[in-house]
């Protein structure tokens, strides 16, 4: 006896695409049989010809609670992250007050969380100048893995590392096997805007930027050990660095984000902030590379880097705007509507957006249709069409650049664990291996 079954004729297995009645017992994939086997079960759902794809792994998200709930909170990010398939995030240390930073700041960030999720929720913390000594304590705690900056991250309680800071925190964290994750910008080659306008900011923050900093990162991996992941990239300048350094067997990992893939500079209105992220959406030409370098593995993963604030903080001027993007329910669309023109199919999407993303941040049982793993599952039809309309979304502020836009791709169903996601919270929290 089942607790469900899911049947699809296009169920995206790690073999691929085929036929299949997904079972379920007990939050868990129990087996995977033929479509049109008979099974005692108290559910039963047919999706036909629709694609059941594994629920997203959203390793990028910064949902800002407690301390700045208002720019966004548990509830209204799980929301949308359950509207858009993502069954699993990976909260950001910052930019909650406090920051993940130590194992109190850690529990006050559980408190504010408590009840609240609609979908799983993980964890990472932060290394930033003088908490080394809470590294391990967090490490123990569940965190999976250690979120810092190399450059500025806009706000004051989470200052960036240092090179001599980096390297220490790599080494304290390759003592106990641990995950360092970093935003990769070097301080010295970026500079303030010059003016209000989106090319006077993309000019002030160069791919130069990216890459000098993702060859420092690549550098002290080497020398401590440490395994390392590039947050979003959005230069391929730094496609070569990390090609050459995996050929050398360097632990390095890297992701990036559907804004980066979807979006150009050369279409970025003037005025509209809401399209100003760091480090920022660049022109045509590097997108293409970004994504040859998706497809030929340079880049393991696609995450959201959900960044949001309130509408007041996007002020039409890039220089004094907030940066972030807010796209947390929207990715899988943007994703596939780029991919599929691109020929890309719907497994590749499910690998750099569920499978690999929970690899890296050593989420077990989770990114895959296969018995043993649980039964986080969506039901998508890739051929269906919406035009984004920001104010409704379900992340708390409407503020998004893809407001207006037509997306290929739409979210029907996503289980939680073998129980659709229906407005009652029922996530839990991912501490440690679990």
């Not at 996503?414 to 996530?427: H, I, N, Q, S």
Request: a negative charge; hydrophobic letters at 40%.
């Amino acid at each position: 006896m089942f607790d469900l079954v899911v049947r699809s004729r296009r169920v995206l297995t790690p073999e691929g695409e085929r036929p299949a009645a997904v079972a379920v017992r007990d939050g868990r994939i129990a087996a995977l049989h033929p479509y049109e086997a008979l099974l005692e079960t108290a559910e039963d759902v047919d999706l036909r010809a629709l694609l059941l794809l594994p629920g997203l792994v959203d390793t990028h998200v910064h949902v800002n609670e407690p301390g700045r709930a208002h720019w966004e909170g548990f509830a209204s990010a799980t929301r949308a992250a359950a509207a858009g398939g993502v069954t699993t995030i990976v909260d950001m240390p910052l930019n909650s007050v406090p920051p993940t930073v130590t194992c109190d700041a850690l529990d006050a960030k559980l408190r504010a969380a408590e009840g609240r999720c609609h979908v799983d929720t993980a964890f990472w913390g932060g290394a930033v100048p003088g908490n080394a000594e809470h590294l391990r304590p967090l490490h123990e705690r569940g965190v999976r893995g250690f979120k810092c900056f190399l450059s500025p991250s806009g706000v004051e309680e989470f200052p960036p590392l240092r090179p001599d800071e980096a390297r220490r925190a790599m080494a304290e964290i390759a003592g106990f096997g641990g995950l360092l994750v970093v935003h990769a910008e070097d301080p010295a080659l970026l500079a303030e805007p010059a003016g209000p306008t989106y090319r006077e900011f993309l000019e002030s923050r160069p791919g130069a930027a990216e890459r000098s900093a993702v060859e420092l990162v690549i550098r002290l991996a080497e020398e401590t050990g440490a395994r390392v992941h590039v947050l979003h990239v959005s230069s391929a300048a730094c496609l070569g660095p990390l090609e050459e350094a995996r050929a050398r067997g360097v632990p390095v990992t890297a992701e990036t984000c559907p804004h980066y893939l979807t979006l150009t500079a050369e279409e970025v209105p003037e005025g509209d902030t809401s399209f100003k992220c760091c480090p920022p959406i660049r022109d045509e030409a590097n997108r293409d590379r970004l994504w040859d370098g998706l497809a030929r593995g340079v880049l393991d993963c696609v995450v959201s880097d959900h960044s949001p604030s309130t509408a007041d903080l996007k002020v039409p001027d890039f220089a004094a705007a907030w940066g972030g993007v807010a796209s947390l329910q929207l990715g899988l669309s943007a994703v596939w509507t780029e991919a599929s023109r691109r020929g890309y199919g719907p497994a590749d999407v499910a690998r750099w957006m569920s499978t690999r993303p929970a690899a890296i941040a050593g989420i077990p049982r989770k990114g895959a249709v296969e018995p043993g793993y649980d039964a986080d599952l969506v039901a998508f039809d890739p051929d269906a069409t919406a035009l984004v309309d920001a104010r409704a979304l379900h992340h708390r502020n409407p503020v998004t650049p893809y407001h207006g836009r037509t997306l290929r791709g739409a979210v029907l169903t996503t289980w939680l664990r073998g129980r659709p996601v229906d407005g009652e919270p029922r996530g839990t929290f991912l501490l440690g291996e679990k």
